[in-house]
């Protein structure tokens, strides 16, 4: 039977949580959540969110909605401030020992990947925090750096750094509760479905079938939410608002298929990655989805995308499973 986890998102709604280098701790709170959700859905296990937008959510419904699903772990996510710099964990302060070895466990592994970047170990402490103490099973809290120090903001406004924290707190996850990985976590179809469920499309796609850029206009022009442009589809008008928003610099068909080094750069463009300030270079564009651990293995930047890649890759960027 698969564990449940919830993962919290610190803040939301009208309390944005600290704010520091035009930087918004709700936001990058639940930015990382939706990194961990792509990294957990290679493992079995059911992840849940306590909040998977922009949304106001007390402190007890948080804690309610976790203890409702007898959830089998509960992590809440923040950006620390105050003046100092680092990375620490907090249990609850009569926190059981499972709580505590699983806290041991994931604040080595993000300690870890942190050496790399000298960020201060500021250590496994213990607190009251709502959240720890009104859920029911083991909960850890982690502060991921500090918003208003300059050097810790200059690494959370920095994309391969934000996947690589993010996965390495799905390790630690994946570590403590012993999850073993699912015998094929690569399952296309499931990953069209989320795209089907969520109204990003709405006709079925076979996985192993092209890509077109009037189907990839439509696509991304739902996920960024916009609206059709036409009461009836057309794909040439979808186009045009890519062209419009300056999402791409020229025009398609159609009917004309997408490619690797199209679709990573559009992709890129649409999630406001910087990747060169040159010539275009369709490898360093899908260099930098591989950076953000948006994709998982090389491609060609001339070969075909397919509907079962196109719709991974898109659900790692919009973090589903939650």
Known sequence: MSLT?????GHGGEDPGAIGFDLYEKDLTLK????IVGELLRYQCNVK???????A???????ELANSLNADFFLSIHIN???GTGFESYVYRQASETAIRYRSIIHSEVVSYLKQYGVVDRGRKKAGFAVLRLTEMPAVLLENLFIDSEKDTSLLADEPFMAGLSYSIALGIAGALSLPLKDNPWDPEWEMAQLLADK????PRVYDSQVNWGETATTLNRLRGVSPPLPSWNPAEEISLLLRDNIINTSRKPADQLLWGEFATVLNRLRKREVTSGLWDPAAEINALLADRLLFSTRDPAALVLWGEFATVLNRYRGVGG
């Open 5 to 9: 986890i919830v993962l919290d998102p």
């Open 32 to 35: 990382i959540c939706k990194r």
């Open 49 to 55: 969110l306590t909040r998977k937008n922009d949304s």
């Open 57 to 63: 959510v007390s402190l007890r419904a948080r804690a």
């Open 81 to 83: 401030s105050g003046g």
């Open 200 to 203: 990003i499309i709405n006709t």
